[in-house]
Structure formats: structure tokens, C-alpha cells
């Protein structure tokens, strides 16, 4: 069985994970694993582009106000300040690292999307995630002292104290090679999980197939506290056709004065909210799915063909051909849309640091809860988030290098105690049912009598999905089913914690704002009190 050895173990080549190897790079021998391909995960759909103040009319306090405003007073203010006030720097080492932003003129092109109140979203025309990673992929491949690896995929974390060793600490992760079948042993000093969010446990999601907690399951599992998993942001606006699988329609549609509209073609946005189409997520994908539950319908349209056709072509080029390969002409007729699970804005407990509760274990991007996004994420701030804390994670990281640490003796994977499974129709099942419950029952709208119905459910799956993989040998299905379970039923005691509305969050039991902004810490059973 194969043994790696490496200063700091990255799982996750998105955004947070290949900016963080970059900036360690000159400090550490890194190894970044990526389940798929390199370009497989979330990081390479987005399309809207980084929310940072460029512009000299903008100012950090206005976008600092504007994240609080989105996150209904739950976001940390500490950490709304640390991010925003980075913001320009991360754009900077972007440009340096050549990202070919768009650009009108001699300067930037800067857009302006949901909950914003001046124009700061930077992007490569509609397709900023592509630009973004193409870029970051070249520049990590170019560079001796980062390892990358596709197809390998994380089973569990390894701690000093799982191998029974005093003073606890994270060493490195089981991780199984999908081109061999075999797992290996990546041993490492440091070890960051950048595996993105939790989307795909819910049936309708613009999110990458490899969405599916990975992260936050093994972070609960080994220890780590996990915060506001209840916040889950539907994205407003997907593409509805049957052959447009996880098709964002970007916010920036709306942001150039695209309209949404009835099936009769009413606009009605302006009832919900003064900001209309404007309004931050929460409220317009709630609206959207009042107004299709309210007149029976499987979709409602968002119209920008009142702006010139060379205009729409220019901003939305990536948009524009995919729908026309579909059939739809943006620049003629209005765009069938639906809201779909987008964000997950809880996950692992961090500091400014990127720490989790275990030394030696961070967390960074979608799978950390920074305190950034409160009860609902400002549009393109998640891009950010994932630059401004790669850069603080690595700066640490580079620091504790520094300190000798006593090595452990991490023993390898033992199969044989399992045996191959002639019942893989198990796991597409219960992946199945875990995403329609969870689509039905913990959705944009709950209710208590819902959110029981599905911790009914998911705990008689997480007693099947545990004996299934005690008695067979894993694969990358199992796996995600796995974490997919652990990330469902955290998603669900959070909710059923929170007895009120707020943000991204709404039930019809309690429907109003409590008393108080308070987050929802969940706390394993093996948690270790410092």
C-alpha cells in the first residue's frame, strides 16, 4: 500500500484549495487531491464573478453593511471586516497569477448583482469560475513543490487520537485511489479541507456532482464542532429544461436589468420586496417558490430581451449558447427558470486562521463556517471568502512549519475485513431518497411536522448506510452517501433548533425573527474541550 509523505495535505482543487497550495507553495511540500478531475468541482461552474471594492465611489464599509444586511444579523462582524478589507489584495494576487478578468476600456468591468449597493463584482465575463481555476490548474502544475492528484478521494481523517496517541492532532487521511482501488496513507503535518458544500444532498442543485459535504462529514466525524448548517442558500435562478442539468442562471442576469416574470408574463418581484429583483437570495428564491406553488406551475422566466441583442451576447456569452443550443433565444424570449440548492452557509467551525477545534486541521472555502454569510450569503462573496482565507490559512500554516513535530505511525487501511457488494442498488437508492426528502421536507419552506418526517428517515438510513459500509469494500458512491447521511441529518437537527425565520431559513411554525441573532453550534460526541 502506498505511504505519502508531505508538509500539508489539501482535499479539494477548487478555488480554496489551489489558491492555498499556491500561496504554501514557497514554504512546503503540498499535496492537493482532487475526487475527480482537477476542473470537477464547484469552483469551475461559477459564473457571476468576486465581490471586492475596486471602484473608487465604493468603500469596505458599504460592502461591509451590505454582508451584514444579507445575513440578517447573524454574520460575525469580525469576520465580515477581515474578509472585505482583503478584498482588493486578493484581486491583486488574482491579476498576478493571470486571470484574464473582463475589462471595458482601460480599467475593469465591474457588475452589480442581488444585495449590493454599488457595482464591485469582478469577473471573466460569465464564466469567472473557468477563468479562475484554468488559471490557478496552470500555475500549480508549473510549480515543483505542489503534487497534484485526480481520482483520489478522502475516506477519513487521521488523529493522534484515533491511533490512541496523547496530545491530539490531526496526521493525515485514508484516501482511495479510484484508478487503483486501493486506499492509501497521505501523512501530513497539516491537513486542509477544502471540499466545498453540502448542495447535492438535495434533489435540485446547481452545484458539481461532487458536492456532497465531504469536508464537514469527516471534520464531525473526527471531532470538530460544525455551525448554522440550517442556512442552506437556494440559488433563485436555474435553468429549467430537461437537458440543462445544474445550469446557473447568473445573478448578474438580474444585476443588467433582467426581469422575472409569471408564465403570463407579470412581473412580480416588486410585491415581495422594494429591491425586486435586486433582493438578496433568500427572498427572491422564496418568492419564486410561492409564485409557482401558488399558480401550480413548473417554472417561472427571467427576460432580459428588452436590452440590445450585442449587449446580451457581449456580458452573457457562455449563457447565451448554452440556451440557444436548447432551443431558447435569451435575446428574443424569456428564460424558464427555477430556484435550486446553490450554498452551503454553515460547515466546519474555524477561526480568522482558518484553525478548526483539531490542531492541524483546517478548513477553508464552502466547507468552513467563518461566520461570513450569517443567515444568507451576499451574492459573490463566496469567491472571496475562499481567496482572503486560503491566504490567512497558508500564512499560519507557513508559521507552524517551523515547529518540530513528533511523527506518527499511521498504519495502513485494512480490507480484510470486507468483502465486494452484489448490492449497489442499495446506494443509489438511499442516495435517491435522501434528496427527496431533503428536497421536500428541509427545503425553502419547512415546517417542524416536515423537518421530523425526514430525521425520522435519515436516521433509519444512517443505521443501513453504517452496516453497509462496516461489510463491503468502499467506493467513491459509498463515500459520498456516506458523508452525503451525516451532512443531511446535521442540516436537519440545525433546523430543528432554530424556532424562528430568518435568512435562509423559513418556517411556516415559526415564522417571524427571534429575539436575538444566535448561531447553531452541533457538537460531536467526541469533541475535546480545550
Request: charged share 20%.
Amino acid at each position: 500500500m502506498q505511504h505519502h509523505h508531505y508538509d500539508a495535505l489539501i482535499i479539494g482543487s477548487g478555488a480554496a484549495g489551489l489558491s492555498m497550495a499556491l500561496q504554501l507553495a514557497p514554504h512546503a511540500k503540498v499535496a492537493v487531491l482532487s475526487k475527480g478531475k482537477l476542473t470537477s468541482g464547484s469552483t469551475w461552474l461559477a459564473q457571476g464573478g468576486i465581490a471586492a471594492v475596486l471602484d473608487t465611489t465604493d468603500s469596505t464599509q458599504a460592502h461591509a453593511e451590505d454582508t451584514l444586511t444579507a445575513g440578517v444579523n447573524l454574520s460575525h462582524k469580525e469576520a465580515v471586516e477581515f474578509t472585505v478589507n482583503h478584498g482588493k489584495e486578493s484581486i491583486d494576487w488574482l491579476i498576478q497569477q493571470g486571470v484574464p478578468f473582463t475589462q471595458e476600456k482601460d480599467d475593469y468591468h465591474l457588475t452589480k448583482e442581488g444585495g449590493h449597493s454599488h457595482r464591485r463584482i469582478i469577473h471573466s465575463a460569465d464564466a469567472t469560475g473557468k477563468a479562475l481555476q484554468t488559471t490557478l490548474i496552470q500555475q500549480a502544475e508549473s510549480n515543483p513543490n505542489i503534487d497534484l492528484f485526480e481520482h483520489h478521494i478522502a475516506v477519513d481523517l487521521i488523529t493522534r487520537r484515533k491511533l490512541g496517541l496523547a496530545q491530539n492532532r490531526c496526521v493525515g487521511a485514508y484516501i482511495l485511489n479510484a484508478l487503483t482501488g486501493h486506499v492509501e496513507v497521505f501523512q501530513a503535518a497539516h491537513v486542509i479541507l477544502a471540499t466545498g458544500g453540502a448542495s447535492k444532498a438535495y434533489l435540485y442543485t446547481s452545484n458539481s456532482d461532487g458536492a456532497t459535504g465531504d469536508g464537514i462529514a469527516m471534520a464531525w466525524r473526527a471531532g470538530c464542532r460544525v455551525g448554522n448548517m440550517e442556512f442552506n442558500q437556494f440559488h433563485p435562478t436555474c435553468l429549467y429544461h430537461p437537458q440543462a442539468k445544474s445550469f446557473l442562471i447568473t445573478e448578474a442576469v438580474r444585476g443588467e436589468g433582467g426581469k422575472l416574470l409569471l408564465p403570463d408574463g407579470t412581473q412580480f418581484m416588486h410585491q415581495f420586496d422594494e429591491r425586486a429583483e435586486l433582493a438578496p437570495r433568500d427572498i427572491v428564491a422564496r418568492a419564486i417558490d410561492h409564485e409557482m406553488k401558488r399558480l401550480g406551475c413548473d417554472s417561472l422566466f427571467l427576460d432580459i430581451s428588452h436590452k440590445p441583442k450585442e449587449f446580451i451576447q457581449a456580458h452573457f456569452p457562455t449563457i447565451y449558447k448554452r440556451c440557444l443550443k436548447l432551443g431558447i433565444d435569451m435575446t428574443q424570449e424569456p428564460i424558464p427558470v427555477v430556484p435550486a440548492a446553490h450554498y452551503t452557509c454553515g460547515g466546519v467551525l474555524t477561526d480568522e486562521k482558518g484553525r478548526t477545534d483539531i490542531p492541524g486541521l483546517y478548513a477553508i472555502g464552502e466547507t468552513s463556517f467563518t461566520g461570513l454569510h450569517g443567515a444568507n450569503r451576499l451574492a459573490s462573496n463566496s469567491l472571496l471568502e475562499c481567496l482572503v482565507y486560503a491566504k490567512s490559512a497558508s500564512d499560519d500554516v507557513a508559521i507552524s512549519l517551523k515547529k518540530p513535530l513528533e511523527e506518527a505511525l499511521i498504519p495502513p487501511w485494512d480490507e480484510t475485513q470486507v468483502t465486494d457488494s452484489d448490492e449497489d442498488v442499495i446506494i443509489s437508492h438511499n442516495w435517491d431518497e435522501i434528496r427527496r426528502f431533503m428536497w421536500d421536507y428541509v427545503g425553502i419552506v419547512r415546517t417542524t411536522k416536515r423537518l421530523q418526517r425526514a430525521k425520522h428517515r435519515v436516521d433509519l438510513l444512517q443505521q443501513e448506510i453504517s452496516e453497509y459500509y462496516s461489510h463491503y469494500k468502499i467506493s467513491n458512491d459509498l463515500l459520498e452517501l456516506r458523508n452525503l447521511a451525516v451532512v443531511a441529518e446535521l442540516i436537519i437537527n440545525s433546523a430543528m433548533q432554530r424556532q424562528e425565520s430568518r435568512g435562509l431559513h423559513y418556517t411556516l411554525d415559526f415564522p417571524n425573527l427571534g429575539p436575538e441573532p444566535l448561531d447553531t453550534i452541533l457538537t460531536p460526541e467526541n469533541f475535546i474541550w480545550n
